[in-house]
């Protein structure tokens, strides 16, 4: 079956970095488009980054741009998240998901373009 295993998470004060991780499991991972996702307290699930199949398209929220940055690892089957220049609204837990369409290039990232996800990272940016 499918498995997501979200790592790295933690307390950093701001201005700080960290770098998630997302291990995957039980699908073709070289074929599928990724994601990253996060979801405050009492707000709503949000798309972070993505990142097309082959690893050479990426896509940002504009809240993170410049700051953060999806990469993958077809061979480890990872999917990373470099957190730089950290804020206290980067508070958050951080989900990794699967795109639900094989080969998938483009930017759309919305949740109902994901099919799977993991249970989550957490990261708590101190001010």
């Known amino acids: 079956q499918v498995q997501l295993v979200e790592s790295g998470g933690g307390l950093v004060q701001t201005g700080g970095s960290l770098r998630l991780s997302c291990a995957a499991s039980?699908?073709?991972?070289?074929?599928?488009?990724m994601g990253w996702f996060r979801q405050a307290p009492g707000k709503e699930r949000e798309f972070v980054a993505g990142i097309s199949w082959h690893g050479t398209s990426t896509y940002y929220a504009d809240s993170v741009k410049g700051r953060f940055t999806i990469s993958r690892d077809n061979v480890k089957r990872t999917v990373y998240l470099q957190m730089n220049s950290l804020k206290p609204e980067d508070t958050a837990v951080y989900y990794c998901a699967t795109h639900r369409r094989t080969l998938y290039s483009g930017s759309l990232f919305e949740l109902n373009d994901m099919s799977y996800w993991g249970k989550g990272t957490e990261v708590t940016v101190s001010s």
């Open positions: 039980g699908f073709a991972f070289s074929a599928t488009a």
